[in-house]
Nanobody, 125 residues
Framework: QVQLVESGGGSVQAGGSLRLSCAAS????????MGWFRQAIGKQREFVST????????RYLDSEKGRFTISRDNAKNTVYLQMNSLKPEDTAVYYC??????????????????WGQGTQVTVSS
């Protein structure tokens, strides 16, 4: 069982930055692929980024390449999402999720077994 708690959300103006954190409880954090997803009001949850258990591989949604960076610190059981050059369309609740590393770097939410409660990100124009 893994429990995930996100933090770092907030309100920023367009062009600003935020760093989201997701702290995981339990052991063997490095045996989980960690992902970030987001859900805007009235829209489906969508993939943002994912990172391998070692932290050496990552995937991003095309629209976020160059703006968002995912990283993890296995010693701290924490995964991060650095978001730069934020746009109003980035406004959403951001969720972190965990999946066993054996499933690979998946962009589908159904591959992830554990989810945090979400943190709100609001970007104003």
């Amino acid at each position: 069982q893994v429990q995930l708690v996100e933090s770092g959300g907030g309100s920023v103006q367009a062009g600003g930055s935020l760093r989201l954190s997701c702290a995981a409880s339990g052991r063997s954090f490095s045996t989980y692929t960690m992902g970030w997803f987001r859900q805007a009001i009235g829209k489906q949850r969508e993939f943002v980024s994912t990172i391998s258990g070692s932290g050496q591989s990552a995937r991003y949604l095309d629209s976020e390449k160059g703006r968002f960076t995912i990283s993890r610190d296995n010693a701290k059981n924490t995964v991060y999402l650095q978001m730069n050059s934020l746009k109003p369309e980035d406004t959403a609740v951001y969720y972190c999720a965990a999946a066993p590393v054996g499933r690979g770097l998946q962009i589908g939410a159904t591959f992830y077994d554990y989810w945090g409660q979400g943190t709100q990100v609001t970007v104003s124009s």
